[in-house]
């Protein structure tokens, strides 16, 4: 059986270890030289055994050595450098239609998306490869013809990044000055309206919100003229009226190009995908591409943790939705009320009906971006004041904001003691450490981590202080979908479990109506003016949500997942018809 062993670069440091993988190594002390420790630890796939020794002896958690299945052998597609990273087989482009990406993160998806969109070359799991190996790997394949145009430069190809927020580190003009430089399809005007960025044009990149940048990344992206466009999560900071506005936009796209995409938002990806590559492996260490599959049956059977052509079963256990109808909170103490209040800025006013929040609950908050739900939990959180100084609340207040950054030098498991030091208690490793998948990152620097790790840590640092209320401001952002439906049940057991409430804001729909007891919608123009309406039921409040947006949802038959009900279709118009657009039981 053929191994790859990989070790991580931040993680492996030998003069702080001892070297301890070094010490312990059977093939070492038998004369072979399995492993050689320099900057860090260099592990030879040829003469390790496997023994799995230097794993455990490590003590940062750096090495990770895994045997996969002979058909895989000399089927490399790229690896970051000796013991680093590797994926197998590639997606494959399908003209006229829309082709998702599925997987957890670290696996390998965006480093798929750079080598199909030419901005990085396969080294075929080698330190360097030629064109003509490239060839003769793919020869036979749907990628061969697609290949050899990108090397011959005869296809162009658009790319819309991950991490939005680093856009304005590279350019520092005007917004409306960006898409008019890029606009080469001569459809400015049009994909502006879809988008809804008029508001946004005479702003200057630095001055845009999270959900501005993401679509002017997008517009951006469709404005180039390429054959291949491809888009990395799209929907990070939206909220679900604008994530609609966005598949609807790339659908229309695909109709004369052809298109990639990467999503965590699974309503999203069943409502804008014809078919899905699911990709699977072991995050940070190997990542394998499957097939392409039907979008339903796709998305299905990577809920379920098994593909069933692959005959592989990818998770130990099926990811779950609940088959009830949505519930009511069924706690009736009130840990507080809030009295109406308002928030005036000078170009935005918030109006917020009087509310309470109960003893152990979930609140979600939903609404539209730009109406205030930030600055309602900033109001709560006492980093803001409302007008006339009403709000005063008297239980302590843990706050985890929208946009997480790492501003101090501090690897991440110091962090977490300095605000808990039983962090390291087996309680608090089962209920919080191993479901956001901290062990691993404990020993790194928050400088190093990438976004989806930042938010898990800043989760996991707002629910280990000592407060009553803790407020989550868009916890599900970079998450993937194992990660966000994880996070959505270990805010429900801490709030079960500890007797404490919690507050969340978020645009997932699954995330929503996984986590929360009642629901707080906010409305409004945004920008303008928003209302928080008062707490309500989760049909209620879902009900009153959606019907702004005219959507509706239904249940999968086969996984109870939400589905959108396609626009106009039979089963949306018997939903609004009654008034139920959440869910048709």
């Known amino acids: 059986m053929p191994r790859i062993a990989v070790v991580d670069k931040y993680r492996c440091q030998p003069k702080k270890c001892g070297q301890e993988c070094l010490k312990y190594c059977p093939k070492v002390r038998t004369g072979d030289e399995t492993i050689v420790v320099k900057e860090k630890a260099i592990i030879s796939e040829n003469l390790c055994v496997g023994c799995g020794i230097c794993v455990k002896k490590c003590p940062r958690k750096a090495i990770s050595i895994v045997g996969l299945p002979e058909r895989l052998e000399g089927k490399e597609v790229h690896r970051y450098g000796v013991n680093g990273f590797i994926l197998y087989n590639l997606p494959v482009p399908k003209k006229g239609y829309v082709v998702g990406i599925l997987g957890p993160n670290g696996i390998g998806k965006t480093t798929a998306l750079k080598i199909l969109s030419g901005q990085l070359k396969p080294n075929l799991g080698k330190e360097k490869a030629e064109w003509d190996e490239i060839f003769e790997r793919f020869s036979g394949s749907e990628l061969l013809d697609y290949l050899k145009m990108l090397s011959n430069k005869k296809i162009r190809t658009s790319l819309k990044p991950q991490y939005v927020e680093d856009l304005p580190k590279f350019y520092s003009g005007k917004a409306l000055d960006l898409l008019k430089r890029v606009d080469e399809r001569g459809v400015f005007d049009e994909v502006v309206e879809k988008l809804n960025l008029k508001v946004s044009l005479q702003k200057n990149l630095k001055d845009l919100s999270g959900g501005e940048l993401q679509r002017l990344a997008i517009a951006a992206c469709i404005l180039k003229d390429a054959d291949f466009y491809f888009f990395d999560e799209v929907t990070s900071y939206l909220d679900i009226s604008q994530r609609i506005s966005v598949a609807n936009a790339v659908r229309e796209l695909a109709k004369e190009r052809t298109v990639m995409i990467v999503e965590h938002d699974l309503a999203i990806l069943d409502m804008l995908a014809d078919f899905v590559h699911i990709v699977y492996g072991e995050p940070g260490v190997y990542g394998i591409f499957t097939n392409a599959k039907g979008v339903r049956v796709g998305v299905n059977q990577y809920l379920k943790g098994y593909l069933t052509e692959e005959n592989v079963r990818i998770r130990d256990k099926p990811i779950e939705f609940e088959i009830f109808n949505p519930r009511d909170s069924e706690s009736e103490k009130i840990l507080f009320e809030y009295p109406s209040f308002r928030k005036t800025f000078e170009d935005f006013k918030l109006e917020v009906e009087s509310g ?67 962090v390291d208690s087996s309680f608090y490793r089962t209920e919080l450490i191993k479901p956001l998948g901290l062990e691993k990152i404990m020993d790194m620097n928050l400088t190093d981590l990438s976004g989806g790790e930042l938010q ?124 139920e657009y959440y869910y048709w039981f």
Not at 456 to 469: K, P, Q, Y
Request: with cysteine; charged share 35%; aromatic share 6%.
């Open 356 to 422: 309470d929040v109960k003893l152990g609950e979930v609140l979600g908050v939903v609404g539209p971006n730009a109406t205030g739900k930030s600055t309602f939990v900033k109001i709560l959180a006492k980093v803001l004041e409302d007008d006339e100084k009403k709000v005063s609340l008297k239980v302590k207040i843990s706050y985890k904001p929208q946009y997480v950054k790492a501003d101090v030098e501090m690897d991440v498991g110091s962090l977490l003691r300095k605000l808990n030091p039983l």
């Open 456 to 579: 898990r840590v800043a989760i996991a640092a707002c629910l280990l202080r000592d407060a009553d209320l803790y407020l989550l401001d868009e916890p599900s952002a970079h998450l993937d979908v194992e990660q966000r439906i994880e996070t959505a049940r270990l805010i429900r057991r801490f709030a079960l479990n500890s007797g404490k409430s919690v507050l969340v804001v978020d645009h997932d729909i699954y995330f929503i109506d996984m986590v929360s007891d009642r629901l707080l919608v906010f409305e409004g123009k945004p920008g303008v003016y928003g209302i928080a309406r008062k707490p309500r039921g989760m049909r209620e409040g879902m009900n009153m949500f959606l019907a702004k947006l005219s959507i509706t949802f239904r249940r999968d038959e086969e996984t109870k997942r939400p589905r959108v009900n396609k626009l106009d279709s039979k089963l949306d118009r018997e939903q609004k018809a009654v008034g």
